[in-house]
């Protein structure tokens, strides 16, 4: 099946510094990935959606300022969390959709970030 | 807005009893997806209903999907401790093409 590849699948780092997490489609083109934020025991929130080629679009409440996207490529979004403060501690989860396999999402394994 | 709403949050059986998870949207879907999430993973598709009335069956999993297209329901039957997870619905948000609003999901989990 589809893969999605998601790096790094935990990160630690100090309050101020900024994050970066890939997320890569192995075997098909993504014009168009989405991220997630998830809680622990919680749903998933959708924070934007990436769109290759052109600017991401947020979610209500989502500062695009904070949470950087970038879609380069047809297989490779990224996320930076910018400035980190521990509130923005929680797993981040991309995903993707092959259009040749109707509209089911594949996932990346997630990013678990902690910040200190 | 868009609310898709699950229940139950939690849910505790025996290896053997059978589990329900029911979903309900606030608006008409143009298809419901579920997902499995073991502990500590991510999510996995587990399949799509489109049609109203939809009845479709994984092995032991039935998924259904209602009539008005606004709820949604799995079903296990005989649970086993490999079916330990949380369990997801997920509808189109809006019209806006790909976009999935997810319900809070039900955690399973099966004693031997």
């Known amino acids: 099946g589809a893969v999605v590849s998601q790096h790094p699948s935990w990160v630690i780092c100090k309050s101020g510094t900024s994050v970066k997490i890939e997320c890569r489609s192995l075997?098909?083109?993504?014009?168009?990935m989405f991220w997630y934020r998830q809680f622990p025991k919680q749903s998933l929130m959708l924070m934007a959606t990436?769109?290759?080629?052109?600017?991401?679009?947020?979610e209500q409440g989502v500062e695009k300022d904070k949470f950087l996207i970038n879609h380069a490529s047809l297989t490779l979004s990224t996320l930076t969390v910018t400035s980190a403060h521990p509130e923005d501690s929680s797993f981040y989860i991309c995903?993707?959709?092959?259009?040749?396999?109707?509209?089911?999402?594949?996932f990346g394994s997630g990013t678990q970030l902690s910040v200190l | 807005g868009q609310q898709v709403m699950q229940i139950p949050q939690y849910q505790h059986v025996q290896e053997g009893e059978d589990f329900t998870t029911y979903c309900n949207s606030s608006?008409?879907?143009?298809?419901i997806q579920w997902y499995k999430q073991r502990p500590g993973g991510h999510p996995v598709f587990l399949i799509q209903?489109?049609?109203?009335?939809e009845v479709k069956k994984q092995k032991r999993l039935t998924f259904q999907f209602g009539e008005a297209k606004k709820n949604s329901s799995l079903h296990i039957t005989a649970t086993q401790t490999t079916d330990v997870g949380t369990y997801f619905c997920?509808?189109?948000?809006?019209?806006?093409?790909?976009?999935?609003?997810f319900g809070q999901g039900t955690e399973l989990s099966v004693k031997p």
């Open positions: 995903s993707a959709r092959d259009s040749s396999r109707a509209v089911k999402l594949f």
């Open positions: 075997d098909f083109q993504a014009t168009t």
């Open positions: 990436s769109n290759e080629g052109s600017k991401a679009t947020y």
């Open positions: 608006t008409t879907l143009s298809n």
């Open positions: 209903l489109v049609k109203s009335g």
């Open positions: 997920a509808g189109p948000l809006g019209n806006q093409g790909g976009k999935l609003i």
